[in-house]
């Protein structure tokens, strides 16, 4: 391999996503919709640097929004700064009737009309201390914990509830990353409750953090502190019982009635939400009962406070979180679930929870529900897997009648079809691509799928100029000795075919995701092309367990996470033993989150192949994480498993060069599980090497790129290729 220059690190620095989203001319379309829903704006990036784009659907036009070099030398006149009109400081406007546009900047609402620009102060954010009620006269409010409402009419208070206390809190909710400072900090302030339409009566929860157990991080990073500072938060581990506690609550404003729905409790990282019916009658909602197994479906009588199961769904590994489900105004529902062993969508009768019909049928999966037409009885949805010798990940979209006839498909192409859909329009727009064929951007009748426009076609000469290749997409056979499983690689621009490049898996293998890039612009915008600039070919597989394939294929990861890169070992090595120019005895692995803990554990359950690691944030024993994750996905109650698939107790396995890093404020995945494993480690007298951003918390060694992201890359030069990085050379990100 050439020797490590500053060169090596500049190709690398193109591929980040603060330069390469430059470098490709319109990429995609995201649809901002606007009145009528025959017209939207868009932005993206042109020859000419960051446009805004208002595109007419029935006219067949796409023109520039407004004259951005007028927008520019205007706002540069008002505010004295340079700006330029190849990159405007805004990212969102609005297009009125007229023409105008106006967007917010720095605190200010500005109006382009003609030549004239004209800015206000912003109004106040709205306030969200209170609820005002669907009729305009009653204001719900809290005070010492309790919830009170006011008439606005009289200006009369009334308390609602009286035994609400600090930590037994009504009307409020645990945000995710709410933080406590010091050891008697006050948690954030929130405020939430559910009016029925005819306002009189109110839903909320009480918040009972009374038995529950905080989380602990240090900040050693703040320049005018010199201890510590001491944060806190509420995140519970599996298997914890000490944990926050949401108990629905329902108020009658005319009775003054309370009832509390202790058997609906619920820890807080599971939670519900309910609906209210147009009558006001009746609420109902999902109750997914702790781990994750079985879920009711269920209806409240608002008056007599009975609770009905309309329907009750069981699995002995898991079922969905979040569940495809649609009310019509007829008396039935649609419900998309599981059962089948694939994602499917049913009719079923509100009443008696029964099946009506099936609505779709066979093995493939039904991702979501883009539109139901309840006049006419058709839903549109997206789906995978259906099309027969076709990627089982690429994502298309159908409509079928209501009584299961009709099933038509309306994005034909061979490709990932990424949809945008603003409902009541006769059109959505549908960017097509695949990580080597670059994206079209369309206009679609949703009636027929027809393409009405095209609105543009990414333009990639930049890339090509520089030799880019797109990531290679290859197929291998999973551990089960039969399915057929997907992944990519990726080639740097200097690739010669004579040469041996070592290989580094990018790992994520959980089984609420699928990794591996399916469009253009995933596969262009992510950690992997950055990587293999350095002299790499990197891989990204989609292994058993992982998301999108059904529910037997994702199943295999249940109380087993800690298998998932067993995949990975044998798709590189079908893959390296058709592709000489890749070095199979030189191996590395790097993740994040998850990831972090694939890529450890994969560094101690296969020793003998992965010689280097890079797991940053890991949660590294899954009794450490967060509870809802695990509980779900690794299994409750905690059993032995979760102790044999600990990177702490297999640490005495290593035998390779392994990189831990961790934020010191990570709030999301506790630093504490990095540090076990590096006590681990040392007990068990191995060499490691451990970073600590102090001042990071889980969002570090993005694609955007950092100082992480050069740690990262050298430790593979060194170990990996074993060649020497350049010390001290600072990565330049492309602001």
Request: aromatic share 14%; charged share 25%.
């Amino acid at each position: 391999m050439a020797q490590i220059t500053e060169e090596t690190y500049h190709r690398a620095e193109y591929f980040l996503s603060n330069s390469i989203q430059k470098e490709v001319y319109h990429l995609e379309v995201i649809p901002n919709w606007l009145e009528g829903k025959t017209k939207f704006w868009h932005q993206a990036y042109t020859e000419n640097g960051k446009r805004f784009f208002l595109t007419d659907i029935e006219a067949k036009t796409t023109k520039e929004a407004f004259d951005h070099a007028l927008l520019a030398k205007l706002l540069s006149e008002k505010t004295g700064e340079e700006i330029s009109d190849k990159d405007l400081p805004i990212n969102r406007i609005q297009i009125k009737q007229d023409g105008s546009i106006s967007f917010n900047w720095k605190n200010q609402d500005w109006t382009l009309s003609g030549d004239q620009l004209d800015s206000k102060r912003s109004n106040a954010p709205r306030n969200r201390d209170s609820s005002i009620s669907p009729d305009g006269k009653w204001r719900a409010f809290t005070r010492n914990f309790n919830l009170f409402v006011e008439n606005l009419e009289t200006g009369e208070e009334t308390q609602l509830s009286h035994d609400g206390k600090k930590d037994y809190e009504y009307a409020s909710f645990w945000g995710w990353s709410d933080m406590i400072y010091g050891e008697n900090g006050e948690r954030p302030f929130h405020f939430s409750i559910n009016w029925s339409p005819d306002s009189k009566k109110i839903q909320a929860q009480i918040v009972d953090l009374r038995l529950a157990e905080k989380m602990l991080l240090l900040d050693n990073s703040q320049d005018d502190k010199f201890r510590p500072q001491l944060q806190g938060y509420y995140r519970a581990s599996p298997g914890d019982t000490t944990v926050v506690t949401y108990i629905p609550v329902l108020f009658d404003l005319e009775s003054k009635d309370m009832h509390k729905f202790t058997e609906l409790s619920l820890p807080h990282f599971i939670g519900m939400y309910f609906n209210w019916d147009s009558s006001s009658e009746h609420l109902y909602g999902t109750y997914l009962h702790r781990g994750i197994k079985a879920f009711d479906l269920i209806e409240i009588d608002a008056n007599t406070k009975e609770i009905r199961k309309v329907y009750s769904e069981s699995s002995p590994t898991h079922v969905n979180n979040n569940n495809i489900f649609r009310r019509l105004d007829n008396g039935q529902f649609i419900l998309g679930t599981e059962k089948s062993g694939w994602n499917q969508l049913y009719l079923m009768d509100w009443k008696s929870g029964k099946l009506i019909n099936n609505i779709t049928d066979g093995e493939f999966v039904v991702k979501n529900v883009l539109y139901l037409d309840e006049d006419n009885g058709i839903l549109y949805f997206e789906a995978a897997g259906k099309e027969k010798d076709v990627n089982p990940y690429y994502s298309f979209v159908y409509k079928v009648n209501l009584d299961g006839t009709g099933l038509t498909l309306l994005t034909p192409e061979n490709s990932f079809h990424e949809v945008s859909y603003s409902p009541g329009s006769k059109y959505f727009v549908d960017n097509y691509s695949t990580v080597d064929t670059p994206t079209v951007s369309v206009v679609r009748e949703l009636e027929t799928g027809k393409i009405v426009y095209e609105v543009s076609k990414a333009d990639i000469s930049n890339l090509l100029n520089r030799g880019y290749q797109s990531p290679k997409q290859f197929t291998a056979t999973a551990k089960d000795g039969k399915t057929t499983i997907y992944g990519i690689y990726y080639l740097p621009t200097t690739f010669s075919p004579k040469k041996k490049y070592p290989i580094v898996d990018y790992t994520y293998t959980g089984p609420h995701i699928d990794i591996t890039p399916k469009t253009f612009k995933a596969g262009l915008i992510g950690l992997q092309q950055p990587m293999a600039e350095l002299g790499f070919v990197v891989v990204t597989v989609d292994g058993l367990g992982t998301h999108g394939r059904g529910k037997a294929f994702n199943d295999v990861s249940y109380n087993n996470l800690g298998d998932g890169t067993t995949d990975h070992v044998l798709a590189i090595k079908e893959l390296a033993a058709k592709n000489k120019f890749m070095d199979i005895d030189k191996v590395g692995v790097f993740g994040h989150s998850a990831g972090g803990y694939d890529a450890g554990r994969a560094m101690l359950l296969h020793p003998d192949f992965y010689k280097v690691g890079v797991a940053s944030a890991g949660d590294h024993d899954h009794r450490m994480e967060k509870a809802w994750w695990p509980e779900m996905y690794m299994g409750y109650p905690v059993g032995d498993f979760y102790h044999d698939q600990s990177n702490i107790t297999n640490a005495a396995n290593l035998k390779g060069h392994l990189l831990l890093a961790h934020g010191g404020i990570d709030e999301n995945v506790n630093p504490s599980a990095t540090f076990k494993f590096a006590e681990a480690l040392i007990n068990a007298g191995k060499d490691f090497d451990l970073f600590i951003w102090p001042s990071r918390n889980h969002s570090f060694g993005r694609t955007n790129g950092d100082y992480f992201t050069k740690k990262r890359w050298d430790y593979f030069i060194e170990h990996l290729m074993g060649e020497k990085p350049l010390r001290h050379y600072q990565i330049q990100t492309g602001n």
